[in-house]
């Protein structure tokens, strides 16, 4: 038996934490996984590691996991080759287009599709072949506003400015809880040693959430918010450091700050405190501190943008940041220079140059919303959407209204999943091809390094071989692409390994020279436990991406938008609203078939105030029936003083109980899909981002 010892990075979720992995190989040649820890010498996370690595061993001998390609006949599910896939495929999607249209159609792409880098050099060589406008992912159920800000206000939807946490004074969270989350666009292992860093130097934390979450319970101060009126809360802080004074000069070049202070000079903090539910006076001292703080971050996140006003709140954030002199700033908020710089190599992006078809929704970056999905499918017509192409994505359980979506999915003509389970979404594929597990494959990170605390660069080795007759995530979008370039008589461009793009990418981004001498492959094959390039420095401006290289304070588009927030009606004062929450066992739906991740404590319940459940005769533990306008959900109630009045809170992600899952571990958890109380039809009209929180429902006796 021999024993080795691997560093690479977990890319489970945000964090990008780097792991020493002991393997041992057997006298058979067999190599099992012997422990996963934390690698106390890596450059960025400094020996921090969370559940969710520990559990990559369980994904690696997960006996439900998919390891060839899968072919369903009726309710069967039957081995088939790799070359007669790719051939099914490309016969049946060439079939379809040819009679319907390119946009019948669709393409897919899930949450894990950012944390491959297969996935992200590779995935269009194929998809891009399809020339199809119904192109959907998992931006538009999370992340979307912040990438129409940056498109906005700075020329490009990547360039988005990152918390200093290790050098602030002052950190103001909307909406986010990095403790549960490990970031979340923003990359920072050890997030709770580092927050609490700014406390022991005489900072300060301030948490605003309807839920005394586990980063709020650290925090110097939480303020409760009613869930869907942060962008009240902001207007009225932003209204404060106009009012009385308390903004900073900024070096950056700026243009439209006369018209943003002209535009929410209404929005007072007596007007909005009856909004969100904040006291006036604590609003506009939340101010004062926020400006008088040397150092100061304003940071919202998911619970901010998949709210009815997301792409709103996440431009008041900005403004914070910009007015406070903050944005820019050592200590505040700044731009990462990545070793392989996305920004520098790509364009600005695009917005609103076509719309879905049925509802008229904006595209952003050639992605239409996703909550169109399953009524392109549904709605009859030129144009209607036959099939359907999903990348390591559950929408069923990770979209809004998963019952209709499902729906949806019956009726279509063919399915194609690139996944390795048979879940809630993938069931209904008529072809499911396996990529290589996470330890299978190398990796670079190539987006949250974009995103990152610090400017961070690693390789990640494969720590297993990749098992005999595998592919692959990358080498699956090459089968594809030729099988069906070949049925269509198109040529396709030559292509090479994903680590050859990276290694081009490093060699001619600002680290590197062209040659192996600075930074490049063989030099970070040298260093396994990463390289430090050192902390965030200013740079925005000689970053701008807009015609004028000014940072543009007042979109149009936005200021627009403050219109429809003065309009908008209020909940009803008895009407409870629902939010979601995160753990930090859980990132994606998927993750709840491993042991290590769902032992424990129950987390699938609804979090209910003890006053709304005194005041509906229910009581804690007892099973209700939860219904919003699209469908009902049966789950277990908890009392908790975590969640405000008014406010009930239901995690993301459980409910495996349907029909045709194949994941034993995950299907034996209780619990319910939230997504199956989403509305469709609730979104933010800026951006067509859905509204996940904040989303009215009724909670009675089941």
Not at 244 to 273: C, K, N, W
Not at 404 to 422: C, K, N, R
Not at 475 to 501: D, H, S, W
Not at 581 to 595: A, I
Request: proline content about 5%; hydrophobic content about 40%; some cysteine.
């Amino acid at each position: 038996m021999t024993k080795s010892l691997h560093y690479r990075a977990c890319h489970l979720c945000e964090a990008i934490c780097g792991l020493a992995i002991e393997t041992e190989t057997q006298a058979d040649g067999a190599t099992q996984i012997r422990s996963i820890k934390g690698d106390a010498q890596d450059s960025f996370s400094r020996g921090h590691i969370c559940p969710k690595a520990v559990a990559l061993q369980d994904i690696q001998n997960d006996p439900d996991r998919i390891r060839q390609p899968m072919r369903r006949v009726g309710e069967q599910w039957q081995a088939i080759g790799w070359d007669e896939a790719f051939a099914l495929v490309a016969e049946r999607l060439s079939t379809i287009q040819a009679a319907h249209g390119q946009n019948a159609v669709a393409v897919y792409q899930g949450n894990p599709s950012v944390h491959n880098y297969g996935l992200m050099t590779h995935s269009n060589y194929f998809l891009g072949l399809l020339k199809t406008r119904n192109r959907f992912s998992a931006t538009s159920v999370d992340q979307l506003p912040h990438h129409l800000t940056s498109h906005l206000m700075y020329g490009h939807g990547l360039l988005i400015p990152i918390p200093d946490i290790d050098h602030t004074d002052f950190m103001l969270i909307l909406g986010g809880n990095p403790l549960a989350s490990n970031g979340s666009i923003m990359t920072v292992p050890d997030v709770e040693k580092r927050l609490k860093a700014i406390q022991a130097r005489g900072g300060k934390l301030v948490v605003v959430d309807p839920r005394r979450s586990e980063t709020a319970a650290i925090a110097d101060q939480h303020l409760f918010v009613r869930p869907g009126s942060d962008a009240a809360l902001l207007l009225a802080l932003l209204n404060t450091l106009f009012e009385e004074g308390l903004t900073r000069y900024s070096h950056l070049p700026v243009e439209g700050l006369e018209q943003v202070r002209e535009a929410i000079a209404g929005f007072d903090a007596e007007t909005m405190s009856a909004r969100c539910g904040v006291p006036a006076e604590t609003i506009r001292q939340l101010a004062r501190d926020f400006a008088a703080a040397d150092k100061a971050v304003c940071y919202g996140r998911m619970g901010v943008s998949t709210q009815a006003f997301g792409t709103l709140c996440q431009w008041l954030v900005q403004v914070i940041n910009l007015v406070t002199g903050n944005l820019d700033r050592s200590g505040g908020v700044l731009c990462t220079t990545p070793a392989v710089d996305l920004v520098a190599s790509t364009s600005g992006g695009h917005f609103n140059r076509w719309q879905s078809r049925v509802s008229g929704l904006p595209e952003y970056g050639g992605e239409l919303p996703v909550s169109a999905l399953a009524e392109e499918m549904l709605s009859p017509g030129d144009g209607q959407v036959r099939a359907l192409v999903t990348v390591a994505g559950n929408p069923v359980l990770s979209t809004p209204n998963g019952r209709q979506l499902e729906q949806a999915l019956d009726g279509l003509e063919f399915m194609l999943s690139v996944d390795f389970y048979i879940n809630e979404t993938t069931r209904y594929a008529d072809l499911i091809l396996p990529p290589t597990a996470p330890l299978e494959h190398d990796h670079y990170d190539t987006t949250f390094n974009v995103f990152a605390v610090r400017n961070v660069t690693r390789f990640n080795e494969a720590v297993l071989a990749r098992p005999e007759g595998a592919l692959h995530d990358w080498e699956i979008f090459v089968g594809l692409a030729k099988a069906f370039a070949a049925r269509n008589g198109l040529e396709l461009k030559p292509t090479m390994a994903p680590e050859q793009m990276i290694d081009m990418g490093l060699r001619f981004g600002p680290y590197g020279d062209g040659s192996e001498r600075k930074l490049s492959l063989a030099a970070l094959r040298e260093h396994p436990h990463g390289v430090d390039l050192g902390a965030l420095q200013p740079n925005l401006a000689a970053r701008l991406k807009t015609p004028s290289k000014a940072v543009q304070a007042a979109p149009e588009l936005l200021l627009a938008d403050l219109a429809r927030f003065a309009e908008q009606q209020q909940p009803a004062a008895h009407e409870l609203l629902l939010i979601g929450r995160r753990h930090v066992r859980s990132n994606n739906s998927w993750m709840h078939n491993y042991h290590r991740l769902v032992k424990g404590k129950p987390r699938h319940q609804l979090l209910m105030n003890p006053a709304d459940l005194a005041s509906r005769g229910l009581t804690d533990g007892q099973r209700v029936r939860v219904r919003s306008r699209v469908g009902s959900i049966e789950v277990e109630v908890a009392a908790s003083d975590e969640v405000m009045a008014g406010v009930v809170s239901l995690p993301h992600g459980w409910g495996h109980a349907r029909p045709g899952v194949q994941m034993d571990i995950a299907r034996a958890q209780p619990g319910a899909s939230a997504n199956d109380l989403t509305d469709e039809r609730q979104l933010d009209a800026l951006s067509g981002n859905a509204v996940l929180n904040g989303v009215p429902v009724e909670v009675v006796a089941a």
